[in-house]
């Protein structure tokens, strides 16, 4: 199925395998690009030489095109997209609008840049700024994310920029994928799906906690880092949402020091990171540390498989899904279904 995305990027489908931390590593990534769809490393959790070493272990298990999630306000930005460059990555994602110079300079090295987007705003910046596409997340979508629903937020951005759009937030199967063309987009964007499949190394039991979950399972709360933060609701988030500001903040000096020690960031790198996460506003002391180590409370359950310990972005279509296959099953069954939605909207009556 050929639409602009695939045009831009190289791939096969019009799917993206969503940027996680802790989630999309080499395995997930290569396995969604060889599946035809557009694998992206999750690179915020991941330390420089780490993100190195990544890319390079996704480039020995596929020749298809890939990409590489970046935090833009990171400390350590620059040095990232410097590799970015030096590997030959083919897409730079962003959770967060990278500025102008930014966007110049991998544009200038042959990088597709896809920034993600919650407002429509924030699409026409970054067009105007040079994006080669957007991915607009709606209030659906798992992680950091907006109120206005994708069924509302898409269209508006359709009809705002000139670049391809990719929908993010509410996706997980081929109706899905049909109804994001109707709407203009070329494609989609899935995250809890992928992460949901035989090929992530998310801990079986965590994923047993996500194929369990129904819609009234997932949550938003500003517990965590004082944005909202779309999650599975565990002991842990009720705990959170119920502490006093004294307790929130020796948990999140404890949660701090792990992940300064993990990422090899130092104090000064890591409040810095925590900062930007505000963008202008009224977080506490505590809720600046909780976002500067959220990925300390992701780790907890995503990689060490501790959901008493940490925290489960999941985007609200987690009730929805029941099954963990492939990476190439998921990929070929939902273009499959989208063939069959069209072919079925298109038949006589």
């Known amino acids: 199925m050929e639409t602009a995305l695939t045009r831009l990027v190289g791939v096969r489908c019009p799917i993206v395998q969503s940027g996680m931390?802790?989630?999309?590593?080499?395995?997930?990534?290569?396995?969604?690009?060889?599946a035809g769809a557009l694998g992206v490393l999750g690179s915020a959790t991941m330390t420089v030489d780490?993100?190195?070493e990544a890319v390079r272990e996704v480039r020995s298990r596929t020749d298809a095109p890939f990409g590489v999630n970046l935090r833009a306000d990171a400390a350590d930005?620059?040095?990232?997209?410097?590799i970015l460059i030096d590997e030959g990555v083919r897409v730079a994602s962003f959770a967060?609008?990278?500025?102008?110079e930014l966007i110049a300079v991998l544009k200038e090295a042959g990088v597709v840049v896809i920034p993600s987007v919650g407002a429509?705003?924030?699409?026409?910046?970054?067009?105007?700024?040079?994006?080669?596409?957007?991915?607009?997340?709606?209030?659906?979508?798992?992680g950091h994310t907006g109120e206005v629903a994708t069924t509302v937020l898409l269209p508006q951005v359709v009809d705002a920029v000139d670049v391809p759009v990719v929908a993010a937030g509410g996706f997980f199967d081929g109706r899905g994928l049909v109804a994001?063309?109707?709407?203009?987009?070329?494609?989609?964007?899935m995250g809890t799906r992928f992460l949901l499949t035989s090929d992530s190394t998310v801990p079986d039991a965590v994923k047993a906690r996500y194929l369990a979950a129904t819609v009234r399972d997932v949550t938003v709360?500003?517990?965590?880092?004082?944005?909202?933060?779309?999650?599975?609701?565990?002991?842990?988030?009720a705990a959170l949402e119920d502490a006093g500001r004294a307790r929130a903040l020796l948990h999140a000096v404890r949660r701090a020091a792990g992940f300064r020690r993990l990422s090899g960031l130092t104090w000064r790198q890591l409040v810095h990171d925590g900062l930007a996460l505000r963008h202008g506003k009224e977080l506490s002391w505590s809720q600046v540390l909780l976002a500067a180590n959220t990925p300390m409370l992701l780790r907890s359950a995503m990689v060490d498989g501790r959901t008493d310990l940490g925290v489960m972005a999941a985007g609200q279509v987690a009730g929805v899904i029941d099954d963990l296959p492939s990476c190439a099953e998921l990929v070929e069954r939902i273009m499959r279904e989208a063939?069959?939605?069209r072919d079925r909207l298109t038949a006589p009556r």
């Not at 930005?77 to 410097?82: Q, S, Y």
């Not at 709360?221 to 988030?237: E, F, I, K, Q, Y």
């Open 21 to 34: 931390g802790w989630v999309a590593g080499p395995r997930l990534v290569s396995a969604a690009a060889n």
């Open 50 to 52: 780490g993100l190195r």
């Open 77 to 82: 930005a620059g040095d990232r997209v410097r």
């Open 96 to 100: 967060l609008a990278p500025s102008r």
């Open 120 to 142: 429509r705003r924030h699409a026409e910046k970054v067009a105007a700024w040079g994006a080669d596409a957007v991915v607009v997340q709606g209030g659906e979508g798992g």
């Open 180 to 189: 994001a063309l109707a709407y203009g987009a070329a494609g989609v964007a």
């Open 221 to 237: 709360t500003r517990a965590v880092d004082g944005l909202p933060h779309r999650m599975l609701r565990t002991d842990l988030v």
């Open 339 to 341: 063939e069959a939605t």
